[in-house]
């Protein structure tokens, strides 16, 4: 997903750029080419995230406790889970909870990658060379902004992946907007943003290493 949406951005944002006689640094075109890079990519992973998600939910607890943890999808790995999605729920069952990925990846991606090129641009203005400093500091104020826009989705996209099944339906959510509102009503605002900190703590080194080693790599192939 990654490499695809990193990849595609640079030649999405010329052509927008084109497409709308702008600059490829204006900050509409980069949210524009972040968010289709960012969708493109949702498209293409999201068989292997519907596994992942389903083979990290799963424990060995009791029955009773394994009511308060949600639907428990008995996959001995990875090839088995992808096996027997397609074998149990068809094409379909590969994309469920897509809609949630691509509004997740819409904003997530189109909010880091713009964030960090404005953030860089203000800090070569200002001073700082093109170099790791100034790489880092964007890095870090693109994070920022990345989590406070995507946990909120995160939350969704989670609940629509790993709940049960029957009949291509899900028992409990019928749908993005269905768990927006149900999240919403039942939990409140609080519960869009449940696991905040270490979500965090996951996605700031994540966008730093993702910057730094990008940045280097140009330099390098350029």
């Known amino acids: 997903m990654n490499g695809t949406r990193l990849g595609l ?22 949210l524009m080419s972040g968010a ?8 293409l992973g999201n068989p292997f995230y519907v596994a992942k998600t389903r083979l990290q939910s799963k424990v060995n607890l009791p029955p009773e406790a394994l009511r308060a943890l ?13 096996t027997n999605i397609y074998h149990v729920e068809g094409i379909r069952g590969y994309f469920h909870g897509l809609t949630g990925a ?23 203005t200002h001073g700082i060379g093109d170099n790791v400093k100034a790489h880092l500091a964007s890095s870090i104020v693109s994070s920022v902004f990345l989590v ?25 959510y019928n749908g993005w907007l269905d768990c927006v509102c149900k999240i919403a009503k039942s939990e ?35």
């Open 148 to 172: 406070l826009s995507v946990n909120p989705l995160d939350v969704v996209l989670t609940r629509l992946q790993n709940q049960r099944y029957e009949g291509g339906k899900g028992t409990l």
């Open 36 to 43: 289709t890079s960012g969708v493109i990519g949702s498209v």
């Open 9 to 30: 951005y640079p030649t999405l944002k010329k052509k927008y750029a084109m497409l709308f006689q702008a600059q490829p640094t204006d900050f509409l075109v980069a």
């Open 70 to 82: 949600g639907y428990q999808h008995h996959y001995t790995g990875h090839w088995h889970a992808l």
């Open 188 to 222: 409140g605002l609080s519960g869009f943003y449940k696991g905040l900190l270490p979500h965090y703590a996951r996605l700031a080194p994540q966008t730093i290493l993702i910057f730094l080693l990008l940045e280097q790599a140009k330099k390098v192939l350029c």
């Open 102 to 124: 691509c509004n997740r990846i819409l904003v997530a991606s189109s909010v880091q990658l713009a964030t960090y090129d404005h953030a860089k641009s203000f800090f070569l």
